[in-house]
T-cell receptor, first 117, second 109 residues
Framework: EAQVTQNPRYLITVTGKKLTVTCSQN?????MSWYRQDPGLGLRQIYY???????DKGDVPEGYKVSRKEKRNFPLILESPSPNQTSLYFC????????????????FGEGSRLTVL | GIQVEQSPPDLILQEGANSTLRCNFS?????LQWFHQNPWGQLINLFY???GTKQNGRLSATTVATERYSLLYISSSQTTDSGVYFC???????????FGTGTRLKVLA
């Protein structure tokens, strides 16, 4: 089954304790990205990756790191989590565009609900 | 940048009723998708529809790219249709997806 898998789905942690949210896709997609969703602010992009070893900042990258060492994996790292990073996080992936009229459909993981105390 | 507006912001329906949700966007797009976020927070793909019309069971969608809007039709609504419906667009020549603020639907039994 084609899917994007995130772990953990739920996490409660404390300020300053490093954590990693993993994301893996089995569709051989080139593009992967991370979003956070907060009430009243909608979905905001944190980081994205166009392919292995190619990453770039989205709208809200502060306090986050990513890496793309393998095509299928795109972990989100919070080096020193703070309470303002309490949020619902989504990983997404799609294949690369094949021309301007042949773009890929974006697929989301099930979400990771993170609480930082 | 491109603006995405969804209407109505909130909608309450009796089970069995039909509804139309609208997504307006301010620039040309090469990608438009509709998603349903269920009460558990999961984002479910409904349609990938940068242009034209598609149907999937009780749901259908139409995008008129030249007039910069898309419509999502829900017929014979069920309580399981409750949740938030988002449209997301990608402007031509960009990589970034812009999400609308969503339509919150509640279907009453």
């Amino acid at each position: 089954e084609a899917q994007v898998t995130q772990n953990p789905r739920y996490l409660i942690t404390v300020t300053g304790k490093k954590l990693t949210v993993t994301c893996s896709q089995n569709m051989n997609h080139e593009y992967m990205s991370w979003y956070r969703q907060d009430p009243g602010l909608g979905l905001r992009q944190i980081y994205y990756s166009m392919n292995v070893e190619v990453t770039d900042k989205g709208d809200v990258p502060e306090g986050y790191k990513v890496s793309r060492k393998e095509k299928r994996n795109f972990p989100l790292i919070l080096e020193s989590p703070s309470p303002n990073q309490t949020s619902l996080y989504f990983c997404a992936s799609r294949r690369r565009d094949r021309g301007s009229e042949n773009t890929g459909e974006l697929f989301f993981g099930e979400g990771s609900r993170l609480t930082v105390l | 940048g491109i603006q995405v507006e969804q209407s109505p912001p909130d909608l309450i329906l009796q089970e069995g009723a039909n509804s139309t949700l609208r997504c307006n966007f301010s620039d040309s797009v090469n990608n438009l998708q509709w998603f349903h976020q269920n009460p558990w927070g999961q984002l479910i793909n409904l349609f990938y529809i940068p242009s034209g019309t598609k149907q999937n069971g009780r749901l259908s969608a139409t995008t008129v790219a030249t007039e910069r809007y898309s419509l999502l039709y829900i017929s014979s609504s069920q309580t399981t249709d409750s949740g938030v419906y988002f449209c997301a667009v990608r402007a031509s020549g960009t990589y970034k997806y812009i999400f609308g603020t969503g339509t919150r639907l509640k279907v009453l039994a």
